[in-house]
T-cell receptor
């Protein structure tokens, strides 16, 4: 079955550490996106990529980094520069119109 | 950036009641989408609308693409407990390459 897979489901990070969230899709979609969701909040765009080896900053890119070396993969690194990283992170992919979302990664700083 | 105004922010209703929510924008949109998010999961697409005036149903859900292309509505009839969740509207503005703009979400709670 085609889909988009995020891992891990839950992630704990110590302050000052970098962590990488995985996002893999086998839908053959060109575009991929990372969103952050805080409790009771909507979705805020962190980074997006419309083609391999190219990506653009979204609305809240500071403290995050991404890479797009393969069409199927769009990992997100939450760096130590992100001062408030505890949140629910969602990855999505899209052929052109309409997104398919992964099931999310809940990151908690301990 | 462009924003969508989604209302109401939250609803607490009795099982069996009908529900209405809407999204508005100051600019024209080419596509409107409605998603549902269950707790701890990613949003799932419910209905997609591509033409002004379009009315589309998916079971007990009905959504409409506003004639002005600046708004969309979602109705849920005869609500049941599993309708609980967050409903998001999303749209693609005219001239955009496909990047979605999301509303803030409507949190729906259903009392059995």
């Amino acid at each position: 079955d085609g889909g988009i897979t995020q891992s891990p489901k839950y992630l704990f990070r110590k302050e000052g550490q970098n962590v990488t969230l995985s996002c893999e899709q086998n839908l053959n979609h060109d575009a991929m996106y990372w969103y952050r969701q805080d409790p009771g909040q909507g979705l805020r765009l962190i980074y997006y990529s419309q083609i391999v080896n190219d990506f653009q900053k979204g609305d809240i890119a500071e403290g995050y980094s991404v890479s797009r070396e393969k069409k199927e993969s769009f990992p997100l690194t939450v760096t130590s520069a992100q001062k408030n990283p505890t949140a629910f992170y969602l990855c999505a992919s899209s052929p052109r119109y309409g997104y398919t979302f992964g099931s999310g990664t809940r990151l908690t700083v301990v | 950036g462009q924003q969508l105004n989604q209302s109401p922010q939250s609803m607490f209703i009795q099982e069996g009641e009908d529900v209405s929510m809407n999204c508005t924008s100051s600019s024209i949109f080419n596509t409107w989408l409605w998603y549902k998010q269950d707790p701890g999961e990613g949003p799932v697409l419910l209905i997609a609308l591509y033409k002004a005036g379009e009315l589309t149903s998916n079971g007990r859900l009905t959504a409409q693409f506003g004639i002005t292309r600046k708004d969309s509505f979602l109705n849920i009839s005869a609500s049941i407990p599993s309708d609980v969740g967050i409903y998001f509207c999303a749209g693609i503005p005219s001239g955009n390459t496909g990047k979605l703009i999301f509303g803030q979400g409507t949190t729906l709670q259903v009392k059995p």
